[in-house]
């Protein structure tokens, strides 16, 4: 069940798979946001993504009312003294005191990042790619 509310953003309920049971022929990219290891399946989580090329943004106004929302993992790709400071800036806002708010640990797993790379590519590795061949 997905869900197009606004341009570039997708929302669905969570994919909870087995380390033994992932294969990267039959998984593609667009699904990987949409996954997460079979552990944390009591978490019955529902994700909201923003995706967009080529443009930047400052910010994203979505209208999520705050009943909605139990906690907040940001992503595994935030510098730590990011996320300590996106942290602090979320719990100023009326009403999320109480909501849980952390960084993801999902990267951390070997064998989890071994398979989104062979999915979707080693962003930090392509960024880096892209960087030398605007160089030559």
């Known amino acids: ?43 019955a989580e529902f994700r909201v993504i923003f995706e967009e090329r080529g443009k930047e943004r400052a910010y994203l106004d979505l209208d999520i009312p705050l009943s909605c929302i139990d906690r907040v993992y940001l992503s595994p790709w935030m510098p730590k003294t990011v996320a300590t400071s996106v942290q602090k800036m979320l719990k100023t806002i009326p009403g999320a005191e109480s909501i849980e708010i952390s960084r993801s640990t999902l990267i951390q797993n070997d064998n989890w990042a071994k398979f989104g790379h062979g999915i979707a590519g080693d962003p930090l590795q392509d960024s880096a790619r892209a960087s030398l061949k605007k160089k030559t």
């Open 1 to 43: 069940m997905s869900s197009h509310f606004y341009e570039g953003v997708r929302a669905r309920k969570v994919n909870y798979v087995l380390l033994n049971e992932l294969d990267s022929k039959s998984c593609k990219p667009k699904d990987l946001p949409f996954m997460k290891r079979a552990p944390f399946r009591p978490e």
